[in-house]
Structures are given as C-alpha cells and as structure tokens.
C-alpha cells in the first residue's frame, strides 16, 4: 500500500515565477492538508481539502491556493513567488478527521 | 488561536538515558494530540496520538506520552534511548472543534550518542 506521494521533490523557481506542487493521498483517504515547514521550524497549516472543497484555511495569502481532485489527489499553487516562500512543502492525508499521515515533501527554493 | 510550545529545541544524551521532552498547548476546549518524529533524510511519521481515555500512551519504538489536561501538557518520554532514536520530534494539537487542521511545535532536535 503506497503511502503519501508528492512530487516533483525538488524545485527551483525564480521571484515572481509560480509552482504547482502535487499530492496523492494513502489509499482510503479522502482528504488532503498541506503545510509550510520553514528550515528549523515545524510545519505552518497552509490549508485543507475534502471533498474537493477547502474546509480550513491557515494564515497564508491568496497568493497560495490549491485543488482537489475527483480522485482525491490534490494541488498546492503559490504565485507571485517571493524568496521568503522557499520552504519544505507538506501533504498530509487523512479519513477526514482522524490521524494525519505525511509524505516526504517538496523542497522549494526561491531565488 | 491554539498553540503549542516545545521546551528543548535541542537534547543531547548517551545511550541508554531516558528522554522526556516537554509539550504544551494553548486551547481550552477538547483537543486531540499527536508525536511526530521525523528521522534524518525521511518524513514525518506518527510516534502516539491521544483523542480520549487513558491519558497514558503508548507509541511505537517504546515511546510514551502523558496527557494530563490541568496542565495543558503532553510530555513524550522513553525509558532507554538507543542512538537510532536520533531524529527531531514534533508535538502537535488539534482543537477537536477545528476538523483535523494540526498545529506543530517548534520540534525538539534530539541527539544520541553512542
């Protein structure tokens, strides 16, 4: 049973550029969280899907949004990308509102 | 707003110590609370998680953690570390109010020595 898949694992983009970053959730969980783990810090709740709706939404700008697929597989967007947005990205997926599990996350750096 | 602080931000220690790394939390209503450890190169993963009953729990890899609500705590501990417990630990809350949205602590960066 595959966990939680993000890709790509690493990424490079310039200031101004935008990214997508993308989630597949554990097999039998219907919904996604993504999160903001700045270096030497935990992770910040950027926001939640379920049922391809976002339900929570932490204390990030609209320059952040994101997707959730029929599938249950989710997007993450930043636009407008600053070099204070260089940072590991992080899905979690979960069966709405029990235990959350993570998978290995995105390194974004801004330059 | 819920928060949740770690005291340590780094423990180091030899072989066979016991652990205990703090955690509180701010929120006055039901919570839910969870250990993450993530190991060097891999990503997080779920040591223990406590969302009712015996506020005494067990995690895997001998982990342990005490809920004890009049002090908004919920302290991780290990008996006898061994150096692979190496890893930096995450406390993490969330208001059961609030769906399942986690709020994480600072992380504890624990060092063992062999």
């Known amino acids: 049973d595959a966990g939680v898949t993000q890709s790509p694992t690493h990424l490079i983009k310039t200031r101004g550029q935008q990214v997508t970053l993308r989630c597949s959730p554990k097999s039998g969980h219907d919904t996604v969280s993504w999160y903001q783990q700045a270096l030497g810090q935990g992770p910040q709740f950027i926001f939640q899907y379920y049922e391809e709706e976002e339900r929570q939404r932490g204390n990030f700008p609209d320059r952040f949004s994101g997707h959730q697929f029929p599938n249950y597989s989710s997007e993450l967007n930043v636009n407008a990308l600053l070099l204070g947005d260089s940072a590991l990205y992080l899905c979690?997926?979960?069966?709405?509102?029990?235990?959350?599990?993570f998978g290995p996350g995105t390194r974004l750096t801004v330059t | 707003a819920q928060s949740v602080s770690q005291h340590n931000h780094h423990v180091i220690l030899s072989e066979a110590a016991s652990l205990e790394l703090g955690c509180n939390y701010s929120?006055?209503?039901?919570?839910?609370l969870f250990w993450y450890v993530q190991y060097p190169g891999q990503h997080l993963q779920l040591l223990l998680k406590?969302?009712?009953?015996?506020?005494l729990v067990k995690g895997i890899k001998g982990f342990e953690a005490e809920f004890i609500k009049s002090k908004f705590s919920f302290n991780l501990r290990k008996p006898s570390v061994q150096w692979s417990d190496t890893a930096e630990y995450f406390c993490a809350v969330n208001a059961g109010a609030a769906g399942n949205k986690l709020t994480f602590g600072g992380g504890t960066r624990v060092l063992v020595k062999p």
């Open positions: 929120y006055g209503g039901t919570v839910n």
């Open positions: 979690a997926s979960s069966r709405w509102a029990y235990e959350q599990y």
């Open positions: 406590y969302f009712s009953g015996d506020p």
